[in-house]
């Protein structure tokens, strides 16, 4: 079965100071892995994704993550948080084993990250 | 671009009505996801369309909750009657699938409160 761990509720960081957002994850197949962002009041919106090649992906923001088969993760990673990077953060993942027509995601509960100044 | 449009963006009915969002996906995108989010249990996935036809609804809470996409470029999620317990934030989604796609693009949500 397919699922996302967001091992921590809350990540609180100081601005300035490198931020990771931990995610784990569970498929049968191969891993498509994503990143996503919600601020307050707002839908959820794309930061990055990893789909094949070099483990490391960077994105939106000057996020990256990192994915690890091994350990089956997917962190999230910023090298200095922003006071504005505070916001809740979802990793997901699509099985790869259904492709085709199956389109579903798996979202994890969220981080809330709280950066201050 | 628009987005995906959502409506209406702000929703307060009394228990036992009947309450239908709408949803404007992306142009072009062939598929369009419903979720729910809560504090409690977060964002649930409830249904999702593929060209218009439902692929898995296994997340609809029960009966009083339906969907339909009666084209590409439109789509409802109805509850009838309305329970307090269904107060939440519901999100419309919408992809393309294929190759370097896979992103889903998410409305500004509907918030429902249910009185």
């Known amino acids: 079965a397919q699922s996302v761990a967001q091992p921590e509720d809350q990540v609180n960081v100081a601005e300035g100071n490198p931020l990771t957002v931990k995610c784990t994850y569970s498929?049968?197949?191969?891993?498509?892995l994503f990143w996503y962002v919600q601020y307050p009041n707002r839908g959820l919106q794309f930061l990055l994704k990893?789909?094949?090649?070099?483990?490391l992906v960077k994105g939106s923001y000057g996020f990256e993550a990192e994915f690890n088969k091994s350990q089956t993760s997917f962190h999230l990673k910023k090298p200095s948080a922003l006071v504005s990077d505070s916001a809740l953060y979802f990793c997901?993942?699509?099985?790869?084993?259904?492709?085709?027509?199956?389109?579903?995601?798996?979202f994890g509960k969220g981080t809330k990250l709280s950066v201050k100044p | 671009d628009a987005g995906v449009i959502q409506s209406p963006r702000h929703e307060v009915t009394e228990m036992g009505q009947e309450v239908t969002l709408r949803c404007k996906p992306i142009s072009g995108h062939d598929y369009l996801f419903w979720y729910r989010q809560t504090m409690m249990r977060g964002l649930e996935l409830l249904i999702y369309?593929?060209?218009?036809?439902?692929?898995?609804d296994s997340g609809m809470p029960e009966d009083r909750f339906s969907a339909k996409m009666p084209n590409a470029s439109f789509s409802t999620l109805k509850i009838q009657p309305s329970e307090p317990r269904d107060s939440a934030v519901y999100f419309c989604a919408s992809s393309l699938l294929g190759a370097g796609k896979n992103i889903q693009y998410f409305g500004a949500g509907t918030r429902l409160s249910v009185l």
């Open positions: 997901a993942v699509r099985d790869m084993k259904y492709g085709g027509s199956q389109g579903k995601l798996f």
């Open positions: 369309f593929n060209n218009n036809v439902p692929i898995d």
């Open positions: 498929v049968s197949g191969n891993p498509y």
């Open positions: 990893y789909i094949t090649g070099d483990n």
